[in-house]
């Protein structure tokens, strides 16, 4: 695996970069924050709970102290597409919907094997930092943009939401007002205020849960504890929880760490959906090759044999066998069937299985809003 540190910028040299100047423009004074001593502050956005000094970042090298204030982004994004809900992936909420999906600039970790890298190490890394862009917008002109391509959903994702969660909640206050869904495609680093901060304005809520193992995340910058806490105070909570397993050769793909993972999210819940998907090569992790189909089959297999009822198998459409598909885990039969991030097939009435009644966990179409195309 290669390193970051030939890459690695300092702190003070991120400084007097040019987009670090421009990105002071693009922030305001945040609520995630209290003030300490001595000009000093502490963010609890996310669970490093940064204690930063005057005239210095955090962690994620974007949310800063100033004057004993400290500041956030806002007013841009990074990056912006439009993609299908099941891409974040969340498998059991509006199937099928457009999701108006926004990323900023930073991260709270540095995972090796980033897939977003251009975006999340902005500020860490100097060539991401190089490539940086971004397009100053409002949030009711994104939310005109989101009904103007009949989105359902507003996401935050690519890069860590919850270290521009004021700019999340700013946007998706605003879709509200208009009957649309906020979702957040998360690492999980979070703390109980930030989640109570965004709860009003976020119904879904996926978390990567990254390996199992605390050295492991030891080594992308974050804790194995905080990312289990996060997946129980989600749930209890009452945010739509489904959870991700990115499965890495030789990193976390050992069958006893993939049946701790299982157990441990049957414990919250066996409702809670778990993705496994394969890796690909990346960033500064191109030392080994993609996950084959059969790492995430027999992961798939784990997470039944583990208690839990909605198990799914993802980035290689058509090569896991029936783990694309939702079944009813009363009845067996097949309620949604999927060829990647396409919906097939819908049977579900009202959130219940047309042949036994019983009601599937999940966010799901009103019968008179499910999408006239889809056979039934």
């Excluded at 700013?170 to 009957?179: C, D």
């Excluded at 910058?221 to 890495?248: D, H």
């Excluded at 090569?281 to 993609?290: E, G």
Aim: net charge neutral.
């Amino acid at each position: 695996m290669a390193t970051l540190e030939h890459r690695r910028l300092k702190v003070k040299e991120v400084q007097q970069l040019p987009i670090a100047r421009v990105l002071k423009e693009f922030s305001r004074e945040g609520e995630l924050y209290r003030r300490l001593d001595d000009g000093k502050v502490e963010c609890f956005a996310c669970g490093h709970r940064c204690v930063i000094f005057d005239g210095l970042p955090g962690v994620c090298r974007v949310r800063y102290n100033e004057g004993g204030k400290l500041y956030v982004p806002w007013g841009y994004v990074g990056a912006l597409h439009l993609d299908p809900i099941e891409k974040k992936p969340f498998f059991h909420a509006y199937p099928g919907a457009k999701a108006l999906s926004f990323g900023m600039l930073g991260c709270d970790l540095q995972c090796p094997y980033c897939q977003n890298w251009q975006i999340s190490q902005v500020m860490r890394d100097a060539v991401a930092t190089m490539l940086a862009d971004f397009t100053p917008i409002t949030p009711e002109e994104f939310v005109r943009m989101a009904l103007r391509y009949k989105a359902k959903v507003l996401t935050s994702t690519y890069n860590e939401p919850l270290i521009t969660s004021e700019w999340a909640v700013a946007i998706f206050r605003e879709g509200k007002k208009h009957g649309l869904v906020g979702s957040y495609v998360s690492n999980g680093n979070a703390t109980p205020e930030v989640l109570d901060y965004i709860r009003p304005f976020v119904d879904l809520y996926k978390i990567d849960l990254k390996s199992m193992r605390e050295h492991n995340y030891r080594t992308l910058g974050g804790k194995l504890e905080t990312v289990l806490n996060t997946i129980r105070w989600t749930w209890e909570r009452g945010f739509w929880v489904e959870v991700v397993t990115l499965i890495v050769p030789a990193f976390n793909d050992s069958e006893e760490e993939l049946r701790d993972a299982a157990r441990y999210i049957a414990s919250v819940s066996p409702d809670i959906p778990w993705h496994v998907t394969a890796f690909h090569p990346d960033f500064l992790m191109t030392d080994r090759s993609s996950t084959p189909a059969k790492t995430l089959i027999r992961a798939a297999e784990i997470g039944y044999e583990e208690g839990l009822k909605f198990v799914y198998a993802g980035n290689l459409p058509g090569m896991v066998g029936p783990y694309e598909n939702t079944y009813c885990p009363k009845c067996h039969t097949l309620l949604i069937e999927r060829y990647g991030f396409q919906v097939l097939r819908y049977r579900l009435k009202d959130g219940k299985c047309p042949d036994c009644g019983e009601s599937i966990p999940g966010i799901w179409w009103k019968e008179d809003e499910v999408p006239h195309h889809w056979r039934r």
